[in-house]
């Protein structure tokens, strides 16, 4: 049996701030998304946190009123401390899904992970890529809703709506905790497409 890692997506500084509703469903979520990570934590599985960098040629880059977010090495780039232990991985992406042109897929083999609890910001970008990226090699997926957010409600339960048909289990992380407490693992989703 493998084991597990959380995969947290784009909790940084400049990308949590760009506007206010981002900011409000973080500020929701973090007390039990931050107590969730910390008791995967204390059960002895890994979290890696992606964490997004833009390039500075990068066509497609979002810029905020004018100014590119999210360059190495700027305060706004880096993990938001509320999230972070010294014992997490932080993996650098440049693109939504951190499997993209990163060495993700092989630090985890190295891990010996085959199960992936994906979460973070916004749950119809980074987190839908990762989730399926992950799929596409592999893993077992589970996404807890009370650890996703987005800017709108609405993109948030379509995407949960549609990684639950595809290729994810979706539930809170009460359940996720649960499941590791009692069966030892997160049982694999039996896919089953109309």
Not at 58 to 74: F, S
Not at 105 to 117: F, I, N, S, Y
Not at 125 to 147: K, L, M, S
Request: some cysteine; aromatic content about 6%.
């Amino acid at each position: 049996m493998g084991k597990i890692a959380v995969l947290t997506n784009d909790l940084q500084r400049d990308l949590v701030h760009k506007n206010q509703e981002r900011l409000d469903a973080v500020t929701k979520a973090t007390p039990g998304y931050a107590g969730f990570l910390d008791e995967m934590r204390k059960r002895g599985h890994h979290v890696v946190h992606l964490q997004l960098i833009n390039l500075p040629d990068d066509p497609n880059a979002e810029l905020y009123e004018g100014r590119l977010p999210v360059q190495k090495g700027t305060e706004g780039a880096a993990i938001m401390p509320e999230f972070l232990a010294d014992t997490d991985l932080v993996i650098e992406k440049n693109k939504d899904s951190g499997f993209y042109e990163t060495d993700l897929h092989e630090r985890l083999q190295a891990l010996g992970v085959d199960t992936v609890v994906v979460t973070g910001m916004q749950s119809q970008i980074c987190v839908q890529t990762t989730a399926a990226d992950a799929f596409f090699r592999g893993y077992n997926i589970y996404v807890p809703g009370d650890c996703v957010v987005s800017a709108r409600e609405a993109d948030k339960q379509r995407a949960l709506d549609w990684m639950a048909g595809y290729c994810a289990t979706v539930t809170d992380s009460a359940e996720i905790l649960r499941l590791i407490d009692t069966e030892g693992h997160l049982p694999r989703k039996v896919i089953k497409t109309p």
